[in-house]
């Protein structure tokens, strides 16, 4: 597509409600980031794919949060047992390759746990 | 481990005001740069990218300068009109850190 297509739009759980949050790419883009993103505050890097290698998942901020990118393009951020803290802006953002290219985000997800 | 900060926090200026917002992050071994717009309860829109070995970027009425030595940015627009109104938030990429974001400063442009 166009650009980087985020799917839901908006999502309420109920606190314990597993949520799976899903990233189109930017169609050919190797690269791939999970952000989130507090009410008034930048985001924050949750984790990074190349291609279908999740590389650098240090973000995450617990384990109940799971990302995967079978076949290194459509990606999904998966958060189990939600509870209140995980209420937040999730971002997608794909690049064409590595480090020295420009990334370009989706939308968003708004997820709010009530 | 790179931190990113963003001065002023927010800012409000008459239409027609020529404007600099500033960025400054502590590690100065970044591959690059990126200046993204994010209007309320959207996404990211990238402004400009300007990379390690770069001095400066233009599109249109924007101008970011990156001045690695002294860990700091800043974006420049020109002619500011009230669809600049956004927030504009930096990012800094380290090799194996990826992008670490400002918490963004607001502007408001009065018509």
């Known amino acids: 597509g166009a650009g980087v297509s985020q799917s839901p739009r908006y999502k309420v759980a109920k606190r314990g409600q597993d949520v799976a949050l899903r990233c189109d790419p930017i169609?050919?883009?190797?690269?791939l980031f999970w952000y989130q993103q507090a009410l008034g505050q930048g985001p924050e890097f949750l984790t990074y794919?190349?291609?279908?290698?999740?590389?650098?998942k240090s973000g995450l901020p617990s384990d109940r949060f799971f990302a995967e990118r079978p076949e290194g393009s459509v990606s999904t951020l998966k958060i189990q047992r939600t509870q209140q803290e995980d209420s937040a802006v999730y971002l997608c953002a794909s690049s064409l390759a590595g480090t020295n290219t420009e990334a370009f985000f989706g939308q968003g997800t708004r997820l709010t746990v009530v | 481990k790179q931190e990113v900060t963003q001065i002023p926090a927010a800012l409000s200026v008459p239409e027609g005001e020529n404007l600099v917002l500033n960025c400054s992050f502590t590690d100065s071994a970044i591959y690059n740069l990126q200046w993204f717009r994010q209007d309320p309860g959207k996404g990211l829109t990238s402004l400009l990218l300007?990379?390690?070995?770069?001095r400066e970027q233009t599109s249109g009425r924007l101008n970011a300068s990156l001045d690695k030595s002294s860990g700091r940015s800043t974006l420049y627009i020109a002619a500011s009109q009230p669809g600049d109104s956004a927030t504009y938030l930096c990012?800094?990429?380290?090799?194996?850190?990826?992008?670490?974001f400002g918490p963004g400063t607001r502007l408001s442009v009065l018509p």
């Open positions: 169609s050919g883009h190797v690269s």
């Open positions: 300007i990379q390690s070995s770069q």
């Open positions: 794919f190349q291609n279908e290698a999740q590389l650098d």
């Open positions: 990012a800094a990429y380290n090799y194996g850190q990826n992008f670490v």
